[in-house]
């Protein structure tokens, strides 16, 4: 019997997901506050903690008691204070109407409505949208978005994959809340790699330094010295894009 093995690697991102509905938070008491959080049971070999959005979420694999769980909270209490504090500060949601700014590929443009075109473009610093269709637009502009950043996306792997002599991936874009980027592979395959299409968001260089990490992967599973010397071979300048990442995941708006 031929043996598969598989591996998928992530790259973190500063967001986080939506509040959870009222009955799906749990209570624990800590040394400081009583401390309302959300659980999800997950596939993963450990406890972990996401904290954005006055939301506190603990994954845990399911061999994991509940206990278990509540006292790496509680060891972990002021950090969840000092996230919770950063989150009550993060930028509020996107209001989609005309005058609004939108970030796109790191510039900041202003929604504009046009009254006779029914194509959404950007021209001059404005993102153009159709005003016929004014109750749609956070739906289409996100649609724009997504297609844009396949496009983009799709041509960096191609260009990465050709320096790093690998076979090019299958891409796919993500909607993760916590992931900039993932890859699996199998041993024979040319891989999977899937990018946060947010990404269309962010400077170009940006979405660079989160392919070349991600197909690095393919090369090498872990994250150990061999693995940065790739990267660092594919885009030099990776340890300022990674600030530069972790800057803007904080400071995007919810769509």
């Given at each position: 019997?031929?043996?598969?093995?598989?591996?998928?690697?992530?790259?973190?991102?500063?967001?986080?997901?939506?509040?959870?509905?009222?009955?799906?938070?749990?209570?624990?008491?800590?040394?400081?506050?009583?401390?309302?959080?959300?659980?999800?049971?997950?596939?993963?070999?450990?406890?972990?903690?996401?904290?954005?959005?006055?939301?506190?979420?603990?994954?845990?694999?399911?061999?994991?008691?509940?206990?278990?769980?509540?006292?790496?909270?509680?060891?972990?209490?002021?950090?969840?204070?000092?996230?919770?504090?950063?989150?009550?500060?993060?930028?509020?949601?996107?209001?989609?109407?005309?005058?609004?700014?939108?970030?796109?590929?790191?510039?900041?443009?202003?929604?504009?409505?046009?009254?006779?075109?029914?194509?959404?473009?950007?021209?001059?610093?404005?993102?153009?949208?159709?005003?016929?269709?004014?109750?749609?637009?956070?739906?289409?502009?996100?649609?724009?978005?997504?297609?844009?950043?396949?496009?983009m996306f799709r041509e960096r792997i191609r260009h990465y994959?050709?320096?790093?002599?690998?076979?090019?991936?299958?891409?796919?874009?993500?909607?993760?809340?916590?992931?900039?980027?993932?890859?699996?592979?199998?041993?024979?395959?040319?891989?999977?790699?899937?990018?946060?299409?947010?990404?269309?968001?962010?400077?170009?260089?940006?979405?660079?330094?989160?392919?070349?990490?991600?197909?690095?992967?393919?090369?090498?599973?872990?994250?150990?010295?061999?693995?940065?010397?790739?990267?660092?071979?594919?885009?030099?300048?990776?340890?300022?894009?990674?600030?530069?990442?972790?800057?803007?995941?904080?400071?995007?708006?919810?769509?």
């Amino acid at each position: 019997m031929n043996h598969i093995t598989l591996t998928q690697h992530d790259l973190p991102i500063d967001a986080a997901p939506s509040p959870a509905a009222p009955g799906t938070l749990r209570r624990v008491v800590l040394a400081q506050r009583v401390l309302h959080y959300r659980l999800v049971w997950a596939r993963r070999r450990s406890i972990g903690i996401v904290v954005r959005r006055g939301l506190v979420e603990a994954r845990a694999p399911r061999r994991v008691g509940r206990a278990q769980v509540e006292s790496f909270i509680r060891s972990k209490e002021q950090w969840i204070a000092a996230r919770l504090a950063e989150s009550a500060r993060e930028p509020p949601a996107i209001r989609w109407v005309e005058g609004e700014w939108l970030a796109v590929l790191g510039e900041q443009v202003r929604l504009t409505a046009s009254p006779g075109s029914t194509a959404v473009h950007l021209a001059g610093g404005r993102l153009v949208l159709p005003r016929s269709a004014f109750a749609r637009w956070r739906s289409i502009a996100i649609e724009w978005l997504r297609a844009t950043a396949l496009e983009m996306f799709r041509e960096r792997i191609r260009h990465y994959a050709a320096v790093l002599e690998v076979r090019e991936p299958s891409l796919g874009l993500s909607d993760a809340q916590t992931q900039w980027g993932s890859c699996r592979k199998a041993r024979d395959d040319a891989g999977r790699v899937l990018i946060n299409w947010r990404l269309v968001q962010l400077p170009r260089h940006l979405t660079d330094y989160v392919v070349a990490h991600e197909l690095a992967h393919l090369r090498v599973a872990n994250h150990s010295a061999r693995f940065w010397a790739i990267v660092a071979q594919l885009f030099p300048d990776y340890l300022s894009a990674r600030r530069d990442l972790a800057r803007w995941g904080g400071a995007l708006p919810r769509l």
